[in-house]
């Protein structure tokens, strides 16, 4: 199972991704769990005055985190992701719909090593959080 | 102020020169580069590996059984907690690893991350906060400044669990 998928892994396939449009209580959840008090996650009038924003803004490390939902359920538990780096470009705001995917950019064989790219984009196809990936597969 | 001290603080200094057309990075700001936080200890509990995984919406059965945690769930683990008071008017806790910048608007940021064991239900984590690097670059709207914090994780018995490199950017 672990050698097939890695065997069969090249340049260019794709990740699965996953569409996502958290409401404000999923934002409040995101926010309570990592203990982040910013007013622009939860205060529409700050968000708009003091700010500037339009909307009630995504936090950047829940757009983060669906990133590694996207490398996570792709590699199934036929191995780890042992490297992730990411970076917020632009902000989402609450009542958009972002989308995760990703796809192959190298494999080793040899060492059982693949890189992968991986993004964000909002509803305009723009990449909001781009990033990158490197697994390493099981030993069979 | 040891010899690795200086030498972050070389090259930041090399960093500024390059790219930079403005001055906005004093000597004593860049000499803060090097400074580390004292480290802390967190124990991993179940119970936040849930609300962590259901609040990103997992599906993975072990993540929100909170047997084990997702692999951001240290940011949740090692956020900063701090009276209401120590909390600026955003409702944002003061970075106190971090000097005063010039430039205060903070903008968006990048995490870079190595991965060497999983965090599980149970472990007693240890992070330590170390400031790596100051720089300036001009940018279309104006000077911008980045800084670099290295978190390293590591358990009690001292294996090594994760780096995270965290820049951040100031307009």
């Known amino acids: ?140 | 102020m040891t010899k690795d001290h200086n030498q972050l603080n070389m090259s930041g200094a090399d960093k500024k020169h390059s790219a930079s057309t403005t001055e906005l990075l004093s000597e004593e700001l860049l000499s803060h580069i090097g400074r580390t936080s004292a480290p802390r200890t967190e124990i991993v509990s179940r119970r936040e590996i849930r609300k962590y995984a259901i609040a990103t919406g997992w599906k993975k059965k072990e993540y929100l059984d909170g047997d084990v945690a997702p692999p951001l769930f240290h940011l949740p683990l090692f956020w900063d907690i701090v009276e209401l008071d120590q909390l600026s008017p955003d409702g944002v806790s003061i970075d106190r690893l971090l000097p005063k910048f010039p430039l205060e608007k903070a903008m968006a940021g990048g995490l870079d991350i190595e991965y060497f064991r999983p965090i599980r239900a149970g472990d007693v984590l240890v992070a330590t906060r170390t400031l790596t690097n100051i720089y300036e670059k001009s940018g279309s709207q104006g000077p911008i400044i980045f800084y670099e914090v290295v978190m390293r994780v590591e358990t009690e018995a001292g294996d090594l669990v994760l780096t995270e490199k965290t820049t951040r950017l100031l307009r």
């Not at chain 1, 699965?16 to 449009?21: A, F, K, L, N």
């Not at chain 1, 309570?32 to 339009?54: Q, T």
């Not at chain 1, 803004?57 to 590699?75: A, N, R």
Request: include cysteine; proline fraction near 5%; glycine fraction near 10%.
């Open chain 1, 1 to 140: 199972m672990t050698m097939s998928k890695l065997t069969n892994l090249k340049p260019g396939d794709t990740l699965p991704g996953r569409d996502y449009c958290p409401d404000n209580v999923q934002n409040f959840m995101y926010s309570a769990a990592l203990w982040n008090a910013h007013r622009i996650h939860f205060d529409m009038p700050y968000a708009a005055d003091v700010e500037g924003y339009p909307g009630i803004v995504m936090s950047g490390p829940m757009l983060g985190d669906w990133l590694t939902q996207c490398v996570i359920e792709w590699l199934d538990d036929v191995g780890q992701m042992t490297h992730l780096a990411y970076s917020n470009r632009k902000a989402a705001f609450i009542g958009e719909t972002v989308t995760s995917g990703g796809r192959v950019i190298s494999v080793d064989h040899d060492k059982g090593t693949a890189d992968l790219e991986i993004f964000i984009k909002n509803e305009a196809g723009e990449v909001i959080a781009p990033g990158t990936a490197t697994v390493t597969f099981d030993k069979a």
